[in-house]
T-cell receptor
Framework: GNSVTQMEGPVTLSEEAFLTINCTYT??????LFWYVQYPGEGLQLLLK???ADDKGSNKGFEATYRKETTSFHLEKGSVQVSDSAVYFC???????????WGAGTKLIIKP | EAQVTQNPRYLITVTGKKLTVTCSQN?????MSWYRQDPGLGLRQIYY???????DKGDVPEGYKVSRKEKRNFPLILESPSPNQTSLYFC?????????????FGQGTRLTVV
């Protein structure tokens, strides 16, 4: 079945550091890929998405590229801020099934 | 403003006392679902619905019920809560225009069963 694996946290970085959170997936078809972010005490919200191979999603300085050959969708940001501290979830969904398949989430802590 | 509204935000209850968590969305979405979030386990889907009067089990449905009598509402019912249902619950909705459709989440309900 479909699955999503993302790096375990917490990930602790200093402000202005470069961020990578790894995400790999297995899927039988051609899924859409998502990153959602959960700020403390809030629900999840969409950060970015990509719908086909080689697409790059971007938002708020974050980027992720849909790599079909490596079945990956790694999240990157060039210079993190304290306000980026949150839990980040990688997810996929196929057109034939509206169920979102989730990674376990990665907690990101940014220190000033 | 597009939103998913859950109530209550916090709930402490005793074992066996029936409770309902409400969920309402104002985006005319067909697809609605309930998740529970537990440390180290990520999000697990409890139930989902693709239309009015159409509901189906997710990955962890035991001990829960849902109903979808109206398109906008999707309540989660715990007939006889137990301590292992202590968790953070989220309702979500999305359109069914395609796999790329964004899911919108409520603020969450933190449930404690003692």
């Amino acid at each position: 079945g479909n699955s999503v694996t993302q790096m375990e946290g917490p990930v602790t970085l200093s402000e202005e550091a470069f961020l990578t959170i790894n995400c790999t997936y297995t899927a039988t078809g051609y899924p859409s890929l998502f990153w959602y972010v959960q700020y403390p005490g809030e629900g999840l919200q969409l950060l970015l998405k990509a719908t086909k191979a080689d697409d790059k999603g971007s938002n708020k300085g974050f980027e992720a590229t849909y790599r079909k050959e490596t079945t990956s969708f790694h999240l990157e940001k060039g210079s993190v801020q304290v306000s980026d501290s949150a839990v980040y979830f990688c997810a996929l969904r196929e057109d034939s099934n509206y169920q979102l398949i989730w990674g376990a989430g990665t907690k990101l802590i940014i220190k000033p | 403003e597009a939103q998913v509204t859950q109530n209550p935000r916090y709930l402490i209850t005793v074992t066996g006392k029936k409770l309902t968590v409400t969920c309402s969305q104002n985006m005319n979405h067909e697809y609605m679902s309930w998740y529970r979030q537990d440390p180290g386990l990520g999000l697990r889907q409890i139930y989902y619905s693709m239309n009015v009067e159409v509901t189906d089990k997710g990955d962890v449905p035991e001990g829960y019920k849902v109903s979808r009598k109206e398109k906008r509402n999707f309540p989660l019912i715990l007939e006889s809560p137990s301590p292992n249902q202590t968790s953070l619950y989220f309702c979500a909705s999305s359109s069914m225009t395609g796999g790329e459709a964004e899911a919108f989440f409520g603020q969450g309900t933190r449930l404690t069963v003692v």
